[in-house]
C-alpha cells in the first residue's frame, strides 16, 4: 500500500507541476479565462464532455482498490431568451478490486445519474447563479455489485456566486428508489457538494470540494474531500481543461476507503 501510495502522490505531483508550468499553453487568454468560468459553473451555456478517472484505495480486509472512470457529459439546452434547460449525465465505468480474501476482481458499467437542472439565463440582482430540477437513478449496471438494482427519482438544485477569479457554491440532491428488484434494498440518500474555486488569468484553477452522501438507510456518512489543479490547454483548435489532485476520506462507511486521487481531461464546446 505504501507504493502505491508513493506512485500516486508522484503522479499528482508531476501532473500539478504540469499545469501550474503552462507547458501546454493555451492561446486567446480572455477567451479561455470566460471557459474557465464557465466550467466552475454546473449550469453555464458550455457544452463540456469529463472523462474523471476516481483512484479509491484500502477497501476491507484486503485493502483493495476502485478504479472508476465517469464520463459525465454536460449539455445546455436554450428555452428561450430568458431560461435554459442543463442535462447532466454520469456514467460510471467501474474496476473493483477484492475487498475480502477469495472475492474476485468486478468490472463492468454502474448506475447511471442523470439530472435536469432549469436555469435562468441571467444572474439575479446579487450575482446569485441558479439551478433546480429532478434527478433520476437508471439501473443499468452490468453487474449487480455495481449498482443498487433500483429506480430513482428526487429533487436537485444548485447555487453559485462568481466574482474577481472565485467561485463558490453547493450542489445538492436527493433520490429514493420507488421500483427495481426486490430483494435488494431501497435508496435513500442525500448528495452534497460544496465547492470553492479560484481561477487564476492564465486559467490555472485551484479547486477544494466535498462529495459527500448521507445513506438514510444504514444512517451512513461518506466524506471525500477533493483538492483540484487545472488548466485549460488547447489541442489544435480544441479547449480542453486538465485536472488532477488528491482526496482524503474525512467519514467513510467500515471497510471503506481512505484515500484516494482524482484526474480528468474535459473537452470544451463552447455555444455560441
Avoid at 428508489?177 to 484553477?205: C, H, K, M
Avoid at 466535498?210 to 480544441?238: A, C, M
Amino acid at each position: 500500500m505504501r507504493m502505491q501510495r508513493g506512485v500516486a502522490v508522484r503522479v499528482v505531483f508531476l501532473v500539478v507541476a504540469f499545469l501550474a508550468a503552462g507547458l501546454v499553453p493555451a492561446s486567446a487568454q480572455s477567451q479561455d479565462a470566460d471557459l474557465a468560468k464557465k466550467l466552475n459553473n454546473p449550469v453555464a451555456s458550455l457544452i463540456s464532455v469529463p472523462f474523471q478517472y476516481n483512484y479509491d484505495c484500502c477497501f476491507g480486509p484486503s485493502q483493495g482498490n476502485r478504479n472508476t472512470t465517469n464520463i459525465q457529459p454536460v449539455i445546455p439546452i436554450k428555452l428561450n431568451s430568458d431560461w435554459n434547460l442543463i442535462s447532466r449525465t454520469i456514467l460510471p465505468v467501474d474496476g473493483w478490486e477484492p475487498t475480502a480474501p477469495g472475492g474476485s476482481y468486478t468490472s463492468g458499467i454502474g448506475d447511471i445519474t442523470q439530472s435536469f437542472f432549469l436555469s435562468p439565463e441571467r444572474p439575479t440582482r446579487d450575482g446569485i447563479i441558479w439551478g433546480v430540477g429532478p434527478v433520476f437513478l437508471l439501473p443499468t449496471a452490468t453487474n449487480a455489485a455495481l449498482g443498487s438494482g433500483k429506480w430513482g427519482a428526487g429533487p436537485t438544485a444548485v447555487m453559485l456566486k462568481q466574482q474577481d477569479g472565485w467561485t463558490v457554491g453547493i450542489l445538492a440532491n436527493h433520490i429514493w428508489s420507488f421500483a427495481g428488484e426486490a430483494d435488494r434494498s431501497q435508496v435513500s440518500n442525500t448528495f452534497l457538494q460544496p465547492f470553492i474555486n479560484y481561477t487564476f488569468p492564465n486559467t490555472f484553477g485551484i479547486t477544494v470540494n466535498t462529495e459527500s452522501t448521507y445513506d438514510w438507510i444504514s444512517h451512513q456518512w461518506t466524506v471525500p474531500i477533493n483538492l483540484q489543479f487545472s488548466r485549460i490547454v488547447k489541442f489544435g483548435k480544441l479547449p480542453v481543461s486538465l485536472s488532477a489532485g488528491p482526496r482524503y476520506y474525512a467519514e467513510a462507511p467500515p471497510n471503506g476507503p481512505k484515500w484516494g486521487f482524482r484526474a480528468a481531461m474535459t473537452l470544451l464546446f463552447p455555444t455560441k
